[in-house]
C-alpha cells in the first residue's frame, strides 16, 4: 500500500509539472491527492515526497488564481499533507500559509472557501511556533477574525477560524486571556462544540 501510494503521488507530481496550465488536469490531480491523504495522511510522506508535491500544488494555485474551486481544493490538500510537524515545517517553507491568506482575502463571502481556508491555516499553525509568526507576518489574524464575523452562524467555519485564532493570539500576548474578546471566543467555542479543541 505504501509503495502504491508513493508511486501514484509521484506520478500526479509528474502529471502536474507536465500540464501547468490545463486546469482540469491540475483539478483533477488534487482531487486524486485528496483520495490518497484523507486517510493516514502522513503515514508515508518525508520532507523529500513532500517539498515537491506543496511545490506542484501551489504552482498549480498560482497558473489558475481565478479558478476558486482549484484554490478550494488546493487548501484541502495542504490541510490533509500538514499532518505532522515535519510537513508543518515544510509547508512554512513553501509558502503555503501566504497561499491560504490569498484565498482567504479573495473570497471573504464564501463560506466554502473561509471553511477550508481556515481548516487548513488551523492545521498549519498546530504546535509550529514559526507557522504562527508566518500566520501573523501574513496579516491572517485580521483575515481570520473577519471570516468569523462574516460567518458566525457556520461552526464549519467557526470552528477551525478559532482554533486558528487561538493559536495566533496565544503566542503575540501571554495575558489575552485576561481580557473581554477572551470570553466571547470561549462562548463562540462552546456554541460550535470546539471548547476542548482550545488549549
Known sequence: VRAGRMNATHQIR???????????????????LVSLYRVNPHADLSETTCSPLLKAV??????????????????FVIMLLVQ???????????GCIEHVMLVMTQHPSDAEA????????????????????????????????????????????????????????????EDWKTQAFYGDMQSLAAHCGCLEELA
Open 58 to 75: 501551489l504552482e498549480a494555485t498560482a497558473q489558475h488564481p481565478n479558478d476558486e474551486t482549484l484554490q478550494k481544493v488546493a487548501c
Open 114 to 173: 473561509q471553511e477550508l481556508a481556515c481548516g487548513a491555516l488551523m492545521a498549519l499553525m498546530h504546535g509550529h511556533s514559526r507557522n504562527v509568526g508566518r500566520a501573523k507576518d501574513a496579516r491572517s489574524l485580521e483575515q481570520t477574525v473577519l471570516a468569523i464575523s462574516l460567518h458566525r452562524t457556520r461552526p464549519s467555519v467557526v470552528k477551525p477560524a478559532l482554533v486558528a485564532l487561538w493559536h495566533m493570539l496565544a503566542q503575540l500576548d
Open 14 to 32: 509528474t502529471t502536474m509539472n507536465l500540464h501547468p496550465t490545463n486546469a482540469d488536469v491540475q483539478l483533477g490531480a488534487l482531487a486524486v
Open 84 to 94: 505532522s510537524d515535519q510537513m508543518r515545517t515544510c509547508a512554512g517553507h513553501e
